[in-house]
């Protein structure tokens, strides 16, 4: 019972605004996973119901949330819909899962938009940004109207 009462905890936290407390519980969820020769998923789904909300957001609009809850949100989406087998997945005709996704892609294009203004990015910056950036676009068959390119661009003009 305490194991059972541990990892609902664990499942919870998942999506904690706080890094260390999110990182820890999936570190944590990893761990009991391999002590108990399951998936985290499999140890994951009875306490499925918590992240029902949150995974992906229904009721959580990402914007009128503080930065560091969109990142737990996020992050922890990230972490559930990778799992295999999935404890969740995104199905972009269901609108708050395209909105949620929309919203993200374009949280990343305005990250990856903020970098051309540092004052010198070091030359070790560009080739993972630029790898990285081709690796989502080309998984997710975006290559031509992707919304990074645009911010790569601007990046890559100012630090060639």
């Given at each position: 019972m305490a194991v059972h009462a541990a990892t609902h905890e664990l499942v919870r936290e998942v999506t904690s605004p706080n890094s260390t407390v999110?990182?820890?519980a999936m570190r944590s969820l990893r761990v009991l996973a391999r002590a108990a020769?399951?998936?985290v998923a499999e140890i994951m789904e009875p306490h499925k119901e918590v992240l029902q909300d949150m995974i992906p957001p229904n009721k959580h609009v990402l914007e009128h949330q503080p930065a560091n809850v969109?990142?737990?949100l996020?992050?922890?989406?990230?972490f559930c819909t990778t799992l295999r087998p999935r404890l969740f997945s995104?199905?972009?005709n269901i609108l708050e899962h395209k909105d949620f996704f929309s919203k993200e892609m374009k949280i990343c294009a305005s990250i990856i938009n903020l970098l051309h203004v540092i004052p010198?990015?070091?030359q070790s910056f560009v080739k993972p940004l630029v790898d990285i950036v081709m690796k989502i676009e080309s998984v997710m068959l975006i290559e031509a109207g992707s919304p990074f390119?645009?911010?790569l661009i601007k990046f890559l003009t100012r630090f060639p």
């Open positions: 999110r990182n820890q020769t399951s998936s969109q990142i737990g996020m992050e922890g989406n990230t995104m199905d972009l010198a990015a070091p390119r645009d911010p």
